[in-house]
């Protein structure tokens, strides 16, 4: 996604440049204090009177604790690490994310979910169609295919490590399942921070944006939670052709928003800025104010105001908390 390099005349990479250097002078909103950037052998600050411990991305060294990473030094009580910017995805159990599934397996679904290892979604740790609690049997491992097939985007939660390394997940809420109507899209990891909200519904534009830990993101037409619930297999099969292309079909309008708030996305990733419900929702009305259709938001233009723009909200984020 940062591959995205609009062609700028001169005055745009000029104003990009401008606009860039103020950022980088300006603290980010995501921070309350200045965080203390470190490059490999850099000494970091400490107070050896604390008894502090010598976490990830540090090292003792002749007495004093340099830095083994490029990152922020982070600090939690008495726990000094580094945490690197541009590191892949490293899952937590309690995280929201979103994958596809690349293989089905004996009583489990193997998912790609920007990790080095892939996840496992076990038949045993989601809700199936009918809703009703009972026993997997192997009936159901047989209609696995019904439910997820191979390519479908899931968004589940991380529920833990399994011997191997690789992740365990589970899908029991409504709000877990199969995504469909949207567009799936692929950021760096590192551009996502840990919320307590990763599910939003756009009221004013119909859309889901469901913001997953691990870069991937899915914009899709607004579905209501637990809407397919209660739907056995053998019914889904029986429904009509008729029907099914009337509950699949997505408006026009519908499909510009998602169009809309997916270039929103793919605008903060190239530029790098931390991507934030917030920030994609102001990206998007801010296109819609200068009657930029959706096509031209991922010109040079844009792509220039979108930081100029950002410069503008933390400068006066900074003379507020003045």
Known sequence: ????????????????QS???????LPSSSSSSPLSSVAVADPIQVNHDDNILKGHGTLDCDGEVVATLCGVVERVNKLVYVR???ARYKPEVGDIIVGRVIEIAPKRWRLEINFSQVAVLMLSSMNLPDGIQRRR????????RSIFEENDVICAEVRGFQHDGSLHLQARSQKYGKLERGQLLTVP????????????????????????CNGFIWVGEHVEAGENVGMLVEDQKKTSTAEEESW???????????????????????????????AIVDTAEASLASNIEINDMLGAEFFVQTAEREVQRRASMVRKKG
């Open 1 to 16: 996604m940062r591959d995205l390099q609009p062609s700028l005349n001169q005055t745009q990479r000029v104003r990009l």
């Open 19 to 25: 606009a860039l250097r103020q950022l980088h002078s």
């Open 84 to 86: 690197a910017l541009r």
């Open 137 to 144: 049997t192997a009936v159901d491992e047989l209609n696995m």
């Open 189 to 212: 990891a590192y551009l996502v921070k840990r919320r307590k909200q990763h599910f939003h519904h756009l009221e004013q534009y119909g859309v889901d944006l469901i913001i997953g």
């Open 248 to 278: 699949s079909f997505t408006p026009l309008e519908t499909r510009k928003h998602i169009c809309r708030i997916a270039n929103a996305v793919r605008l903060l990733s190239a530029l790098g800025f931390t991507l934030t419900v917030e």
